[in-house]
């Protein structure tokens, strides 16, 4: 095909039917960038010879270098078949596990996928996590099966043991499309019954035993990859062909004269033909009969492959002329077998059209998106489609017509912001120059070289100098494009780039509906808009511009500076794009960070945030080598923050600068690109900062050496104890089950609190639901600032209910009960994995409903001083007292709270205090009466369901609300915490990597070597069917994981390649504290236990990290060491 120009892709872009925009997905090294080469070619944009070796798509250096790709790129091909042409936008996207964030960022703007498997590694865990990802986002996949010609050349296979290979494949696939299937149609079962369950008069017996009624209803067969649908290809990229079944099928059917719609249905499958009664029967495996795919297809493609390979030089000229092709003389002679495999496939099957005629033929374009998609973006956090306001609702018509006309909304998505070079945007690029300009060039050159000459010859010449300088004003005068001024203006334009380090940001988006046009004003939705609360400032019907419209949280006006037509590494300018086109946005920088909704309409809500796979773990402190160069630092890590969608920035409490990426190449790359990009200073980076968690055990039932703890070690204990309350100071009481009692300095108010331990399901069903405490904290808030926020209220408060069953079905047995009732608070910051729990009788309050207590006026007080407690339990759960790390699954008890003497202090300042609240309350009445008003709202909010910690007006303890009786109860109960869990056995967690390897079965015993040096475990290793690859699934600690993917690759020489995802937190068994206390105990590990203790080892290095006092002996029983050798 010919380069297509850009009038002729503007035309394509407006027949939206004839849209495909999708992206290609797979496992790392499993051909998408090749593939990708291979679709540019047929468009000409690069040769034919170089698809394959140029990895067009992977611009950055660092991506060729590696030969991964590292950042999904768009590009926009034109397909032309049966009179049909079509556009399509083609996006590239890593297979690394470190950049599945880039893949989420492409499935987002996609409405098709290719995925991308490999002939003989078939489905890895990358595959699998991409395959679920569009899944989540609803869009169709499409299946590639590439390298078949390593099934020929590498593993040697018979064309009978290849078909059964790809059979496994398929059936692997199509076996994980299946559990994503079955796992959606139980969970919308689960969802009508519920809702059935809130309707009593459905019967609740038949719904126990019918739960596969709903798999049975509904059809799935479109959901899966087989041939004869369409939805599979064949391909070898790197050879450039490939096929689908229906190529074949229409040339067998002229040739045998069998019906082209039979074959289709028979060519895969065990079938063989009979061909002197030229029909096709089912194959019996016995009588050694081959089935069609085998004996049509597979053994012609195996024999070209066998002449070619053995050089048989007559066989291949006979299979070129049988299909009628035309080889070039050079790679006829070419001595690279590869060459002529390439010339000659690439036109009997050309790849291009195998893919992309399945693409334009099974994936859907922009008009056919789903209604269920469109409920599912427009839907953020607990949502549903039902509750959104009406006029968000009508949106939807406006999704699925993606009209272009002026009335439609225009709606747009920024799926993330990347950085180009300010010199490769289309406005910054040398423009060819006209006819005049290069005459007036020659011109001035001749000039100045008459000039030389005449100096070289030692004459003066004053006129024709005079005249050479009139020569150059003149023509900017009457020439608007003379050169000087060229010059000028080319330099003007990028200058206002030099601030921003000649980096310009360019937003990756896609348009949904209406036309996007230059210099158009547009809103910009941040992530926490919520029309709603739009809608209820503005009233109905305005039609105020813009600029004029009262301000909305989290939503700005902007202006659509630049549209750009992506090329993969070059762009073009656009004037305006119709909807259902992926384009690039100019100007966005100061309005987006990552990613963000973009409408013409604010009653638009913003799209359901990006699902990332990957979770950040990896932190470095980073610093300027020279500290004059920090606001250059600063300046860059907020461009790389914008440019990355994954990696996140913090400035921790001591003022480092902190970077958290998804793993050791993510990193990689980041730092490369604050050194030579974003920053462009030299910078030094600290060993990474490995994240523990602090929490306690029950107490262990045998000692270090396996025994049972008996009678002997009762005594050693009892020591041990009391060594570690010593380590607790004076006044505070320390019950036998490790109750501790504190008193405020002022000794006022006195608090006994406990530590216990959560059961391991408790805490993971804390962590998943951190986002529904965080929004039940965020109604609780607003309710006290007495919002109206029914709505929402309606709505959440089923998933509450659901999380509140669950935590009671887990905390079950004497010592929990009512725990979960009694739920204070949950931290830190107020939604992670430790909980409060309120068991003081003078004062209920719970995260469920509002406080209760005795009497209004005691329960006010208590409440006012109830949220210094919180705020105690809040500070303690953030830094644990091991190393400061965030506590994790511990509940601390507060079982009394004693203010009796601050009550009788209260009573004795009572009759002052009412005096100074009349003189109050007389001045305020005369200055602003609307006070008081103020005060009977948030009282009556009081009675909502929700409510909690208020603190009403007037009360004689809300002097002290805030004064230093509030400090001392923050600071002590925070204490205590501390005490109570260091009388509990302490344990540090660590961060764990599921490592998944594939290996071959030489290099097995390497990859274990490695593993266990670095306190890895396996958890199972499986042989791939028909291959000598192991794939070994194990877990690996984050503090041992650096370093660990080179050692692997460099023991292994190369063959096994680990992909570490971050999995969970476990507990790391030995005791950081531990000391020999029996005598079996100082018998095995001796006097000093001076043997590796693992915890104690990272909670040392964390607390060196942090400054922290470290006990450690730097010399014992120094003595002066002769070197025999030298003993002269």
């Not at 018509?397 to 010199?423: L, N, Q, R, W, Y």
């Not at 070289?449 to 005068?477: C, F, I, N, V």
Request: glycine residues 6%; charged residues 25%; negative net charge.
């Amino acid at each position: 095909m010919v380069l297509n120009s850009l009038d002729k892709m503007i035309q394509l872009q407006k027949n939206t039917a004839n849209i495909r925009n999708i992206c290609v997905l797979a496992h790392v090294d499993h051909g998408k960038t090749t593939l990708a080469d291979c679709l540019i070619s047929s468009n000409g944009i690069i040769s034919s010879r170089l698809a394959g070796k140029l990895r067009y798509m992977d611009s950055r250096e660092d991506e060729q270098i590696r030969g991964i790709t590292m950042k999904s790129s768009a590009i926009s091909l034109h397909y032309a078949k049966d009179s049909e042409e079509y556009l399509i936008n083609l996006i590239d996207s890593p297979g690394h596990v470190d950049f599945s964030s880039e893949v989420s960022t492409a499935v987002r703007i996609c409405d098709g996928c290719i995925i991308v498997v490999d002939a003989v590694e078939g489905v890895c865990p990358q595959t699998q996590a991409v395959l679920r990802q569009a899944w989540l986002e609803n869009i169709r996949p499409v299946l590639v099966i590439n390298k078949i010609d390593r099934l020929i050349v590498e593993l040697k296979f018979t064309p009978q043991e290849a078909y059964s290979h790809l059979k496994n494949i398929l059936e692997q696939i199509n076996a994980l499309t299946g559990t994503l299937f079955t796992s959606k149609v139980l969970e919308e079962r689960a969802e009508r019954d519920t809702e059935s369950q809130v309707n009593p008069n459905s019967e609740q017996g038949e719904q126990v035993y019918d739960w596969s009624t709903g798999l049975e209803d509904t059809d799935d067969s479109h959901l899966y990859f087989s041939p004869e649908q369409g939805n599979v290809v064949f391909t070898s990229a790197i050879d450039g062909w490939g096929f689908g079944i229906e190529h074949f099928a229409k040339i067998y059917s002229k040739k045998i004269g069998i019906k082209k719609e039979v074959l289709l249905k028979t060519l895969w499958g065990d079938y063989y033909i009979n061909m002197k009664a030229k029909k096709i029967m089912k194959v019996d495996q016995a009588k050694g009969k081959k089935p069609l795919f085998v004996q049509l297809i597979l053994e012609n493609i195996w024999s070209l492959y066998d002449a070619v390979l053995k050089k048989d030089k007559e066989k291949i000229d006979k299979i070129v002329t049988s299909l009628g092709l035309k080889i070039g003389v050079r790679e006829a002679r070419h001595s690279d077998p590869k060459v002529q495999i390439n010339a000659i496939c690439s036109q009997w099957l050309p790849i291009s059209h195998a893919v992309l005629s399945m693409v334009c033929q099974k994936l859907p374009s922009p008009l056919d998106i789903t209604a269920e998609r469109v409920e599912k973006l427009l839907c953020t956090g607990s949502q549903t489609f039902d509750s959104l306001p009406l006029e968000t609702q009508a949106l939807k018509a406006a999704f699925m017509k993606c009209g272009s006309e002026d009335t439609a909304p225009v709606i747009i998505f920024v799926s993330k912001m990347f950085a180009v070079d300010a010199k490769a945007l289309p406005q910054n690029k040398p423009r060819p120059l006209t006819q005049e300009e290069i005459a007036q060039r020659r011109e001035r050159a001749r000039q100045r070289h008459a000039e030389k000459l005449a100096a070289a010859q030692g004459q003066a010449p004053l006129e024709p100098t005079q005249d050479a300088s009139a020569l150059e004003t003149s023509p900017q005068r009457e020439e608007p494009r003379g050169d000087e001024q060229q010059v000028e203006s080319m330099a003007t334009n990028p200058v206002p780039q030099e601030g921003s380090n000649q980096e310009s940001f360019i937003a990756f988006a896609r348009v949904f509906s209406g036309v996007a046009r230059r210099g158009e004003k547009i809103f910009v939705l941040g992530p926490k808009y919520s029309p709603i609360e739009f809608l209820q400032r503005v009233p109905l019907g305005f039609s105020a511009p813009p600029d004029d419209l009262p301000p909305v949280p989290h939503m700005a006006c902007c202006t659509l500076e630049n549209l750009y037509l992506l090329m993969g590494r070059e762009l073009e300018d656009l004037e305006e794009v119709p909807p259902g086109n992926v384009l690039g946005i100019g100007g966005l920088q100061d309005f987006v960070l990552k990613s963000a909704t973009l409408c013409s309409l604010p009653s638009c809500p913003p799209f359901i945030p990006l699902n990332f796979e990957a979770t950040p773990i990896v932190r470095v402190a980073v610093e300027p080598k020279h500290p004059s160069e920090m606001p250059q630092l600063v300046k860059g890590m907020k461009l790389l923050n914008q440019a990355d969608p994954c990696v996140q920035i913090l400035i921790q409490e001591t003022g480092e600068h902190v970077l958290i990426t998804a793993g050791e190449v993510h990193l990689q790359r980041c730092l490369d690109d604050l050194k030579e990009r974003f920053a462009k200073i030299h910078i030094s980076v600290s060993e990474p900062i490995i994240p523990f968690r602090e929490t306690i055990t029950k107490p262990p039932k045998v000692d270090m050496v396996n025994e049972e703890i008996g009678k002997q070690q009762k005594v050693a204990v009892i020591h041990q104890t009391k060594e570690d309350q010593s380590k607790i100071p004076e006044g505070i009481q320390v019950d036998s089950d490790g109750l501790i009692t504190m008193t405020t300095p002022n000794k006022l108010a006195t608090l006994s609190v406990r530590a216990v331990p959560l059961p391991e399901e408790v805490t993971q069903i804390l962590e998943e639901n951190s986002d529904l405490i965080r929004s039940m904290e965020l109604l609780t808030s607003s309710l006290n600032e007495g919002k109206n926020t029914q709505m929402i209220h309606q709505k959440t408060q089923e998933k509450i209910w659901e999380f509140k069953g669950k935590l009671e079905q887990h905390l079950t047995g004497r010592k929990w009960r009512n725990t979960v009732d009694q739920i204070w608070s949950f931290g830190p910051r107020k939604c992670g994995p430790n909980i409060l729990v309120n068991k003081s009788e003078d004062f209920q309050n719970s995260v469920w409903i509002g406080p209760t207590g005795r009497s209004s006026k005691e329960a006010s007080r208590y409440r006012d001083l109830g949220n210094s407690i919180v705020s105690g339990f809040q500070l303690a759960t953030l830094s644990g007292p091991m190393c400061e790390e965030p506590l994790m699954g511990v509940c601390f008890v507060l079982e009394k709270w004693d203010l009796s003497k601050f009550e009788e202090q209260g009573a004795s300042d009572k009759q002052n205090q009412e005096q100074i609240d009349l003189l109050g309350e007389r001045q305020e009445e005369d200055k602003i009466h609307p006070s008081g008003e103020e005060n009977q709202e948030v009282q009556g909010v009081c009675l909502e369901p929700f409510e909690k910690r208020t603190s009403p007006k007037g009360d004689s303890s809300i002097t002290d609300c805030y004064g230093p009786f509030s400090g001392q109860l923050i600071a002590t109960m925070k204490e205590a915490c501390r005490y109570s869990l260091q009388v509990k056995p302490q344990r540090l967690m660590a961060a764990m990597y599921t490592c998944d390897i594939m290996a071959t079965s030489d290099v097995l015993g390497r990859v274990y070597a490695v593993l266990s040096k670095r306190e890895g475990r396996v958890l199972q290793e499986e042989m791939k069917e028909g291959t000598d690859m192991f794939i070994i699934k194990a877990v690996l600690p984050v503090a041992e994981s650096f370093g660990f993917a080179d050692e692997i690759r460099k023991r292994t020489s190369g063959l096994a390649s680990p992909q570490l995802v971050f999995s969970h937190w476990e507990v790391i068994p030995s005791d950081p504290f531990w000391v020999p206390t029996t005598e079996e105990e100082y018998l095995h590990f001796g006097e000093k236990a001076d043997s590796e203790n693992q915890a104690r080892k990272y909670m040392n290095a964390v607390r060196k990290r942090k400054g922290l006092y470290v006990e450690e002996k730097i010399v014992e029983h120094a003595e002066k060491q002769r070197t025999l050798s030298k003993n002269k």
